[in-house]
């Protein structure tokens, strides 16, 4: 069963650029997460999809960053523009259920460096 | 905002010795789960233990639930060098999943 992918596994860009990360979660996976991992600290949620539909997206910085998950498989990110605290390392991941017992797959992440 | 907090943040021990890692937690939960991360790569999971079981094992993983202290344990017996990884309690409030900031193993061969 291949995991979830995720691309680019590392970017590096300017402050007020714009940047775009990719998931492709585990064929089947019904939910899809978006975290951000800062330098020291645990994943924290920015978004769920469950489907194509958002469940979760209370932690989102909406006034930059997006997310779609165009027919309920594939997902991007994006940032726009970047800050330099939103270096961090974006995971993805992907679980069959959501709610209870929803273990979750994770991606090898896409670190970000905003300079 | 994190629910679970880990300690201790940093433990290093030997090859063969064991490893406790805590976890506390604010509100009732579904279930907690334990995840391990390597560097550079995404989480793991490692186990999953129910709101109403109070301990689960497998193979050299041992984790206990007393939710009446919103408090978890994770003990890694007979520690390896590939131990060696950062560790996150993650709680399921429902729809809604909350890691910690994690433990940091070293296990020095």
Redesign the interface.
């Known amino acids: 069963e291949a995991g979830v992918a995720q691309s680019p596994r590392y970017k590096i860009i300017e402050k007020r650029q714009s940047v775009a990360f990719w998931c492709n979660p585990i064929s089947g996976h019904a939910t899809l997460y978006w975290y951000q991992q800062i330098l020291g600290q645990g994943p924290k949620l920015l978004i769920q999809f469950q489907n194509n539909g958002v469940v979760d997206d209370s932690q989102l910085p909406k006034d930059r960053f997006s997310a779609e998950r165009l027919k309920g498989v594939d997902s991007t990110l994006k940032i726009q523009p970047a800050k330099l605290e939103d270096s961090a390392v974006y995971l993805c991941a992907s679980s069959l259920l959501a709610g209870a017992k929803n273990i979750q797959y994770f991606g090898a992440g896409t670190r970000l460096s905003v300079l | 905002s ?1 629910q ?1 907090e880990e300690d201790p943040q940093a433990l290093s021990i030997q090859e063969g010795e064991n490893a406790t890692m805590n976890c506390s937690y604010k509100t009732s939960i ?2 907690l ?1 334990w995840y391990r991360q390597n560097s ?6 490692l186990i ?1 233990i ?1 709101s109403n079981e109070r301990e689960k094992h497998s193979g050299r993983l041992r984790v206990t639930l007393d939710t009446s202290k919103k408090s978890s344990s994770l003990l890694i017996t007979a520690s390896r060098a590939a131990d060696t990884a950062s560790y ?1 309690c993650a709680t ?1 409030l ?9 433990t940091r193993l070293t296990v020095k061969p």
Do not use: E, K, Y
């Open positions: 994190q679970g579904n279930n789960q550079g790569r995404g989480l793991v999971h999953l129910r996150f399921d429902g729809n809604d999943m909350r890691f910690g900031a994690g």
